[in-house]
Nanobody, 125 residues
Framework: VQLQASGGGVVQAGGSLRLSCAHS????????VGWFRQAPGKEREFVAA????????AYADSVKGRFAISRDTAKTTVYLEMNSLKPEDTAVYYC???????????????????WGQGTQVTVSS
């Protein structure tokens, strides 16, 4: 299973970016897709996740109210809409997917079997 993340870039504080995570596998529709980020010298941290089956979502407290995760109707792409960006949001953002993960584990990177390449998000002050 391969995931393709895109949409990163450089933006000023207060600005917005939309990240995309795409895949065309048929089994993708049963998956949970998560977004994680990793800043230099820090551990990879959970950002948000969505069930492609029922669109239920979860967010890290640090991004609630600013970020929104969604999927397209074909279940081939998951988006992370990032608004009111702050310099501390600067990181490499990764998307990940898994077919068997339970909701209580959505925030745990080790529970995801499939990972996309990262996309850099830089927020300038």
């Amino acid at each position: 299973v391969q995931l393709q993340a895109s949409g990163g870039g450089v933006v000023q504080a207060g600005g917005s970016l939309r990240l995309s995570c795409a895949h065309s596998e048929r089994t993708f529709g049963r998956m949970v897709v998560g977004w994680f980020r990793q800043a230099p010298g820090k551990e990879r941290e959970f950002v948000a996740a969505i069930s492609l089956r029922d669109r239920s979502t979860a967010y890290a407290d640090s991004v609630k109210g600013r970020f929104a995760i969604s999927r397209d109707t074909a279940k081939t792409t998951v988006y992370l809409e990032m608004n009111s960006l702050k310099p501390e949001d600067t990181a490499v953002y990764y998307c990940a997917a898994d077919t068997t993960i339970i909701r209580s584990s959505w925030s745990m990177p080790a529970q995801y079997d499939y990972w996309g390449q990262g996309t850099q998000v830089t927020v300038s002050s």
